[in-house]
């Protein structure tokens, strides 16, 4: 079996190294002559955990190659995957379908025989059809071309695990034949009895929003309950724990912290309501969830003004990761990107330090002094807040930390310490959803020159 992947961003280079661990042939496509050049360097645009060396393996083994030339891509091929970008629009927010569109024509002229044509990018409801009629204006009199939608569920620092072992596939098709060949495609996961579910292409596109919505609630649910854990005296984790503990509910995605970001979340709950909207059926509690979560990072800042007594004015601000989360290099609609600006504009000088996002946020985030090492970000500052949880600052040596800030405050919107410990070292210690530990007569430890 041979497939062409048009797109080698996140999801296109993720999904298609991952079909040619399956044994498959695949080629892919991208515009951006640049990009191939990389890739066929061995060079990776994105920071995945383990997919460089899978790279290596599939190109070696002859399964994965990278071309400009959608002609060769699409020679002999079984089924044509659109994974492009579907990025939002400036002016509405809508999702940006032009890649999609483009795509569908340029595969269609090209398609020969029979062709199964597989919408993988993050797409509305009721795109499957519109690349239908995409691909029936344009594809030549003799070629046969069936559109199925196949989303994907990939997590940023876990997407070879979540290819290689899905809670589940889903396929949304009106064809047999169609569905007969994604079947054939993901066939090495009935070892694993993964499930797969088969539905009409509308169905598979809001399965695709639907959860992520429905991710982002849960989130957005327990940051809210945080905060009336602060003011009640309660432990957030506690209660994120025990509410888990039901198996109705779940432990997963009950993490309180500064709110969520990334590629797909903010995209998608936006682009989910946006849909709403449009068809006149409102998601107003998804509507709440956006505005709750863009409200809540600009209250991650102001929760650092009120731990510094009101004012950050000339005070050096020390930031431990920007990344919108750990294991990747992405700062997309991350915290740190409202967070780290609100600072400076209330005078703050910020110094950071992020294990892979450094380069990525510089583009976003300006007048940050971007440190080598955590303990260079903590030395001399008059407090240290924690936004993203790599797993290297879970145990950094605090004693070592405290004798080196100007004040021993810190803000951990991650809860990676524990407060007991916090107070055995004198740290002003401010947690997310748990009283923080205030200490007497805060002064500063090194006079300021």
Sequence with gaps: MRLAMVGTGYVGLVSGTCFAEFGIDVICVDKDASKIESLKKGEIPIFEPGLEDLVEKQVAAGRLSFTTDLTQAMKDTDAVFIAVGTPPRQDNGHADLTYVHQAAKEVAQLAEGYTVVVTKSTVPVGTAREVEKIVAEHKKPDAVIDVCSNPEFLREGAAIVDFMRPDRVVIGTDSERAKEVLKEIYRPLYINETPMVVTTPESSE????????????????????????????????????????????????????????????????????????????????????????????????????????????????GVLGVAFKPNTDDVRDAPSLVILPALQEAGAKISAHDPEAQEEASKHLKDVTWQSDPYDVAKDADALVIITEWNEYRALDMSRIAGSMQVKRLIDMRNIYKPEIMRELGFHYVPIGKPEITVKNETKLKQVS
């Design 206 to 317: 809001i399965i695709k929003y639907a959860s992520n919505a429905f991710l982002a609630t849960k989130i957005t649910f327990i940051n809210e309950i945080a905060n009336l854990c602060e003011v009640a005296g309660a432990n957030v984790q506690d209660v994120a724990r025990a509410m888990g503990l039901d198996g109705r509910i779940g432990s997963k995605f009950l993490h309180a912290g500064p709110g969520y970001g990334g590629s797909c979340f903010p995209k998608d709950t936006l682009a989910l309501t946006q849909t709403g909207q449009v068809m006149g059926t409102p998601q107003t509690i998804v509507e709440a969830v956006v505005k709750a979560n863009k409200d809540r990072q600009h209250q991650m800042a102001e929760r650092v003004i009120a731990a510094c007594g009101g004012s950050v004015k000339n005070m050096k601000i």
